[in-house]
């Protein structure tokens, strides 16, 4: 199977600009060119490529996406090195879950305490100025 970009890209669903922007960051190797100079992809870059979209889907950020791509590449070594980036993913998603849940109390307290009556007396408007007011300091 030789591919162009446009239909990598079809096939993937990865934008074409993604795809340069990946192959010029080294998550993609560099495409084997035809003789017109235009690239062509074969299998494996379509299911590395379907890799790194499926980890970026998942929130995975491009360093991890490149230490998991390397790990890939060495079926034969043990897993603990996957695992271990996957947990600390993990972990910032739950970080990440409890601000947001912090956030939404604090909007959702913000919201409900407004008297619905003037912008001068508006509660959100208060408390958005003056971060004093609100119930949790960190958010």
Request: neutral net charge.
């Amino acid at each position: 199977m030789e591919l162009p970009i446009g239909a990598l890209s079809r096939l993937t669903g990865v934008k074409v600009p993604t795809i340069r922007y990946y192959e010029e960051i080294g998550l993609l190797p560099a495409a084997p060119r035809t003789d017109s100079n235009r690239r062509s992809y074969g299998e494996t870059a379509v299911r590395r490529l379907r890799f790194i979209r499926h980890a970026r889907d998942l929130g995975f950020e491009v360093e991890a996406i490149r230490q998991l791509l390397a790990l890939a590449d060495d079926p034969d070594r043990p897993c603990a090195e996957v695992d271990g980036i996957a947990r600390t993913h993990l972990a910032e998603i739950d970080d990440r879950i409890a601000r947001l849940t912090s956030l939404r109390a604090e909007i959702s307290r913000m919201t409900e305490s407004c008297a619905h009556g003037r912008v001068g007396e508006c509660r959100v408007i208060r408390v958005l100025a003056d971060h004093g007011l609100c119930a949790q300091p960190q958010h």
